[in-house]
């Protein structure tokens, strides 16, 4: 009977590993493999952030990264092009200096804005002033004369250049609740009287440069420990500078006490003309439905304060990662597998929207859009986007990825359709399913989107991996699925705030002559 019964557990050993060998897939073996012991990251990193840099929409560095993902995808094997969608002001970044001059020499950490018009190669010297507390319109127009040769700051003096999390620690409960009443005070009070100039911290701009400006200085703080908001120049012939908190403070305080600061800013940079912007697109073509099309999805620009490390290399980075592990252990996809890499996403999904709506033949037959945009951690939420069987396809292709990296993602079914944010927007509006891979934040909307710290040393290449991973199980399962995609949608609620019927987003056209009318 003993024998017998060690002889029933080996039969039964043998079936259970027979079984679980035959439940183990090598396509995704293959790929998570590869991934952990064979990882592109951090070459493609260096190259892209590093040798590159950021990638502001009508640079020639965006054109250089779209070259630059053309050749990459080349020496893997997959087909790739880059497509014109339209033209955009094209613009260079040169020199920026900031020195205060007087009341003594001391250098400034700042930088010119996106498509800053340049100074000459000896810059521009001029006192700084603030602007001043006016009890209506007609009181700041009779001031308005005194900006005449001066830089003007026009960003209210910070009260503490502490985020909320230092003073949560260290600070009294009682100071804590003491600086936010004082900032809130300082900020309704910046507000009035921006409302009493008859302008707003935009129309400003026009105002002061028509009335002799020698150049506006800001300071965009985004409440972390050195870490500004670096977006674009309102201005035509006048620098714009945006200065790092600590330094602003200083000039600030020095102009209100009467010490009369003065700068002297050198801001180089080139106009271009109208320059052609291209999406980069690459494919492995379907064996069994080519005409169906599973799409990775991620924005290729960024601004330019930073190298766009997280916003978004690392979304970069996770598709042709992605396609490169797809190439290698699954060279011949059922379905047409795509991977776009948008331009001028952060002017309004322009590069997306385009090729929404040049390729309707593709956004019809989409089997699932997968998107990633936003910072570098682990995907951690999936949702439907209102589809009504999401839960059962994305059920199916996510219960094929491995435990460590699905046990960290909340799903949500059927969801409701996003509106924008992203790219997954413009092809979700058009009908395609298309999902947001959204990831845990590692404070990305203080430190690092559209700053100045956006750079390399803030990718955590662990997560991205995770990514890179999820990414491409999930492309190989929504491209072997047996069944197409459905495209029924969930019906939606009645708004709370209009009392009417809500629709789902529609799509809307690209800006495809971006910033040439305003510069004629």
Known sequence: MKKLSKLSCIVALLISVTLIAQETNPIIEGIVKEANENSQLERLAHEMLDVIGPRLVGTPQMKQANDWAVAQYGKWGISAKNEKWGEWRGWERGITHIDMVSPRIQSLSGMQLAWNPSTSKKGVTAEAIVLPTVKDSMAFKNWLPNVKGKFVMISMNQPTGRPDYNWEEFATEESFKKM???????????????????YNSRSIIEALESAGAAGIVTCNWSKGFGV??????????????????????????????????????????????????????????????????????????????????????TGTLVMMEAMRLLKKYYPNPKRTIIVGHWGSEEQGLNGSRAFVEDHPE????????????????????????????????????????????????????????????????????????????????????????????????????????????????LTYMASEDEQSTPKDKIVLPVSKRTGEQMDWPTPRSPERKGMLEEKK
């Open 362 to 473: 593709i956004v019809k037959n989409i089997q699932a859009v997968f998107n990633q945009d936003n910072g570098t951690g682990r995907v951690v939420n999936l949702s439907g986007q209102g589809f009504l069987h999401s839960y059962d396809f994305l059920g199916r292709w996510l219960a094929a990825v491995p435990n460590d990296i699905s046990k960290h993602i909340e799903t949500s079914y059927p969801g409701a359709p996003g509106r924008g944010g992203s790219d997954y927007a413009s092809f979700l509006a058009a009908g395609a399913p298309a999902f947001s891979l959204s990831s845990l934040s590692w404070s990305y909307w203080n430190y690092t989107w559209h700053t100045n710290r956006d750079t390399y040393d803030k990718i955590v290449f662990d997560d991205v991996r995770s990514n890179a991973i999820l990414t491409a199980i």
């Open 180 to 198: 936010k009443e004082d900032r809130d005070v300082l900020n309704e009070a910046w507000r009035e009287n921006m409302r009493n100039t008859g």
């Open 228 to 313: 500004n908001k670096i977006f674009s120049a309102r201005t035509k012939k006048i620098p714009t500078v945006d200065i790092e908190l600590e330094d602003y403070g200083m000039l600030y305080r020095l102009a209100s006490y009467g010490n009369k600061p003065e700068l002297k800013i050198v801001a180089e940079s080139k106009e271009l003309g109208a320059v052609p912007t291209f999406n980069t697109i690459a494919e492995i073509k379907g064996t069994e439905k080519p005409e169906e099309y599973v799409v990775l999805s991620a924005h290729f620009d960024s601004w330019d304060g930073g190298t766009g490390a997280t916003d978004n290399g």
